[in-house]
């Protein structure tokens, strides 16, 4: 559940980094409040969809290169580059050289039940 009595997925909630949580020790009650509103009419470059909720954006500068949370957790993008353990994920442009780069890791909804993440 969120604040406003609606409902929002958890592992987007933690991607987003407007969004926050109420109660953080126990991830709940989402508060998507202070979200910029053009989150929801960007364009996912996994899926190409606009309006199927809320994107997060390449951190670099004023990329305007977006990915729904949900896609970045479910379907596998070789443009794409997530740090393990860290809620970003970076375009090709932006992201470190091969060499440089550890393996992709994607924290997952059953590693938070687990004790395991959490932003706060």
Same mark, same amino acid.
């Given at each position: 559940?969120?604040?406003?009595?609606?409902?929002?997925?958890? +592992?987007?909630?933690?991607?987003?980094? #407007?969004?926050?949580?109420? +109660?953080? #020790?126990?991830?709940?009650?989402? #508060?998507?409040?202070?979200?910029?509103?053009?989150?929801?009419?960007?364009?996912?470059?996994?899926? +190409?969809?606009?309006?199927?909720?809320?994107?997060?954006?390449?951190?670099?500068?004023?990329?305007?290169?977006?990915?729904?949370?949900?896609?970045?957790?479910?379907?596998?993008?070789?443009?794409?580059?997530?740090?393990?353990?860290?809620?970003?994920?970076?375009?090709?442009?932006?992201?470190?050289?091969?060499?440089?780069?550890?393996? +992709?890791?994607?924290?997952?909804?059953?590693?938070?039940?687990?004790?395991?993440?959490?932003?706060?």
């Amino acid at each position: 559940p969120t604040t406003s009595g609606d409902w929002a997925h958890i +592992q987007c909630a933690l991607w987003l980094p #407007d969004v926050t949580f109420t +109660q953080p #020790d126990k991830l709940e009650l989402i #508060d998507y409040s202070r979200m910029a509103p053009a989150r929801r009419t960007l364009k996912c470059m996994i899926c +190409q969809e606009k309006k199927a909720g809320p994107c997060v954006q390449c951190p670099v500068g004023k990329c305007h290169i977006s990915f729904h949370p949900w896609c970045l957790l479910y379907k596998e993008h070789p443009d794409i580059y997530v740090p393990p353990g860290e809620y970003e994920a970076y375009c090709k442009k932006h992201s470190p050289p091969v060499t440089v780069r550890k393996p +992709q890791v994607v924290m997952r909804v059953f590693e938070f039940s687990h004790g395991k993440g959490g932003r706060g």
